[in-house]
C-alpha cells in the first residue's frame, strides 16, 4: 500500500476563505478534498469550475475534485482541465465510468470512482483497472457532519483485497465521518486515502489536527 494521503474537506470551511483554509494545512496534508455539489445528485449546492479554478491559483496543494453531480460526463473532464491532481466522480451518476476515466487521464488527471452508501462494490471492481483511486462513502453522501458507518468499511475491504489480488495500483479513499476515533477502523480495511471535513476543519488548529489524524492512521 502507498503512503497515506490526508485530505481535509473545505466544506467544513468558511467558503468565504478558502484561500487562507488552504493555507492552514499547506504541508501537513497532501491533498485538499473539493466536494462539487449540483442539488441534483445530492440535495445540496456548493461550488463548480469557477471556485476550482480560483483554488487552483491560490494554493499548490494537489485539489482531490468530488463531483457529486448528474452528467459527469458534461463537466468532469473540465476541472482536469483546470488543472486539479484527482477528479472522482460518482458510478451512480454515470452509464460508463470506464470511458470518462479514460478521458480524465488523457486530460492530465487522475481518475477516481466513487461510490454512494447504497451502492454495492461488487458491480464495479472489473472496472477499478480504469480508476487510480476508488472513494468509498462512510455516510451518504450530500452533507459533511455526518456519524461514520463502520459497516461500509466491508466494501473498503473488497476491493482492497481485489486490488492485491490483481496486483492494482489503487488508492481506496474514504469520505464521511473520518475523525480521530474511526480513522484507524478504515485504515485496517485497507484506506489509504482520507478525507476529514469536521474533523480537521472544526478544529482549533486544522494542520495539526490533520498531523494527528495521520498518526492514527499510520498507527
Ligand atoms: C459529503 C462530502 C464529504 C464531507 C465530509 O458528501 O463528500 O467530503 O465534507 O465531511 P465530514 O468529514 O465532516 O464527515
Ligand atoms: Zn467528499
Not at 497515506?4 to 492552514?24: C, G, Q, Y
Request: negative net charge.
Amino acid at each position: 500500500q502507498a503512503d497515506t494521503v490526508i485530505a481535509p474537506s473545505l466544506l467544513a470551511a468558511d467558503f468565504a476563505r478558502l484561500a487562507e483554509a488552504a493555507a492552514a494545512v499547506e504541508g501537513a496534508v497532501d491533498w485538499l478534498h473539493v466536494d462539487v455539489m449540483d442539488n441534483h445528485f445530492v440535495p445540496n449546492l456548493t461550488l463548480g469550475p469557477p471556485v476550482v479554478k480560483s483554488l487552483k491559483a491560490a494554493t499548490d496543494i494537489p485539489l482531490d475534485c468530488h463531483l457529486m453531480i448528474e452528467d459527469p460526463e458534461r463537466w468532469a473532464v473540465g476541472y482536469a482541465e483546470l488543472g486539479a491532481h484527482n477528479v472522482t466522480f460518482h458510478a451512480e451518476a454515470c452509464a460508463d465510468p470506464v470511458t470518462l476515466a479514460k478521458r480524465l487521464r488523457a486530460a492530465g488527471s487522475k481518475a477516481g470512482l466513487a461510490v454512494d452508501r447504497d451502492t454495492p462494490i461488487e458491480d464495479y471492481l472489473d472496472l477499478l483497472p480504469a480508476f487510480d483511486t476508488l472513494l468509498v462513502m462512510t455516510i451518504k453522501a450530500g452533507f459533511g457532519g455526518q456519524s461514520f458507518m463502520p459497516e461500509l468499511l466491508a466494501k473498503v475491504r473488497t476491493a482492497r483485497t481485489h486490488a492485491r489480488t490483481g496486483h492494482l495500483e489503487l488508492r481506496i479513499e474514504v469520505d464521511g465521518g473520518i475523525a480521530e476515533d474511526t480513522i484507524a477502523a478504515a485504515a485496517e480495511a485497507g484506506a489509504d486515502a482520507f478525507v476529514a471535513g469536521t474533523a480537521i476543519y472544526g478544529a482549533a488548529d486544522p494542520a495539526d489536527a490533520a498531523r494527528r489524524l495521520r498518526a492514527r492512521a499510520d498507527a
